[in-house]
C-alpha cells in the first residue's frame, strides 16, 4: 500500500470513466488539471500521485468488498476494515465505526515522510462536475466497501489534519487507490 496506483490510459476530467478492466489500457484516470505529467509527478518527494478513479472504475464494475479491480494480480483494493486497521496500527485511538475526522495523530503518520511508511500524497480529487482539486493539500482513497448504492467508503488525509477522516461519498468523484497484497 505503499503508492498511489497509477494505470490507465487518461481522460478528460469531465467524462465518466467506464468499468472496463479487460486490459491497462482499456481502464481511464484521471490527472490533476487533465495533464498525464501530473500522475506521474512526484507532489509527494518519495512517489508520483498516480491516477484519480471513479469507484466503480476501480472496482471493474464489481460490488464485492476485497476484489482485485483495477489491481494486478495478487492484490486487491483494501476494504474499510483493513484500511481500519491500518488506521488503528498507527493511531490506537481512531474507532472503526465513526464517521468524520478521527484520531489524534493517524493522519500525520499516514502522510509524506511520516512514521507510517504509507506516504499518503496529498494527489487532491476530481468533483463530480469534473473539476480537479486542492493537489499538495489533500487527498482521498477508496475502500471497496459500498456505503449505499450511490456512495462508497473512503479515507481523507488533509495538509491542515493530524487525524483520518472517514466517510461514505458519491462513487462519481475520482480518487486515490491502493492496492493490498492477498
Known amino acids: 500500500m505503499k503508492q498511489n496506483m497509477n494505470i490507465g490510459t487518461r481522460i478528460n476530467g469531465g467524462s465518466n470513466q467506464g468499468t472496463d478492466c479487460s486490459s ?3 481502464i481511464q484516470k484521471y490527472c ?6 501530473y500522475c506521474d509527478s512526484n507532489n509527494n518527494p518519495n512517489y508520483p500521485d498516480g491516477g484519480l478513479y471513479q469507484w466503480s472504475q476501480a472496482m471493474c464494475g464489481s460490488t464485492t468488498p476485497g476484489v482485485q479491480g483495477i489491481c494486478p494480480d495478487g ?3 483494501p476494504t474499510d476494515a483493513e484500511l481500519c486497521t491500518l488506521e488503528q496500527t498507527v493511531d490506537s485511538t481512531i474507532s472503526c465505526d465513526s464517521t468524520g475526522w478521527r484520531g489524534t495523530d493517524g493522519g500525520t503518520k499516514l502522510k ?4 507510517s511508511g504509507f506516504e499518503g500524497n496529498l494527489a487532491g480529487y476530481r468533483q463530480t462536475n469534473g473539476s480537479l482539486y486542492v493537489r499538495g493539500q489533500e487527498t482521498y482513497i477508496w475502500s471497496s466497501l459500498e456505503g449505499c448504492s450511490s ?8 495538509e491542515r489534519s493530524a487525524g483520518v477522516y472517514r466517510n461514505a461519498l458519491s462513487k462519481l468523484y475520482g480518487y486515490s487507490i491502493r492496492r493490498l497484497k492477498d
Do not use: T
Open 151 to 158: 456512495a462508497s467508503w473512503l479515507r481523507q488525509l488533509h
Open 24 to 26: 491497462a489500457s482499456a
Open 112 to 115: 509524506p515522510n511520516g512514521s
Open 75 to 77: 492484490w486487491h483494493i
Open 32 to 37: 490533476y488539471n487533465n495533464i498525464d505529467a
